[in-house]
């Protein structure tokens, strides 16, 4: 049990079937990053639901994960806050906070330098 989240992708965001999703990141108990999502693109909303993320927003991801990883806890704590909730894991700016952010910058960077990512429609969910 715990705070599970994915990203996700359709090639048509019309005809969403679960048989054609192509998973490219999971992360578990990422809580600032899954604050992230709910902020910025669930509207403030933490429902569980499927949200589309536009690509660009995944830009934006990447590039405050770097300057949070880059900083002390007192400036990613401003960048990139955690989110306390039902088993989301520690909220605390330790060794794991800055490995989640380090783990999602190198996926980031894998996904938008991959050219399919350009041609799909992305998707965050998370449950827990």
Not at 21 to 33: G, Q, S
Not at 41 to 66: S, W
Request: aromatic share 18%.
């Amino acid at each position: 049990m715990g705070l599970d989240m994915f990203l996700y992708s359709y090639e048509d965001s019309e005809k969403r079937d679960y048989k054609d999703r192509v998973h490219w990141i999971e992360w578990r108990k990422a809580n600032a990053i899954h604050w992230w999502f709910v902020s910025r693109i669930q509207g403030g909303l933490d429902e569980g639901d499927e949200y589309p993320v536009p690509r660009e927003k995944l830009v934006e991801l990447l590039e405050l994960c770097v300057a949070a990883h880059n900083a002390d806890w007192v400036e990613s704590s401003k960048l990139m806050p955690t989110m306390p909730g039902p088993f989301f894991g520690s909220t605390a700016y330790d060794d794991h906070y800055y490995w989640e952010l380090g783990n999602t910058i190198s996926k980031l960077e894998w996904l938008l330098s991959s050219p399919k990512s350009k041609r799909v429609h992305f998707y965050y969910h998370a449950w827990w």
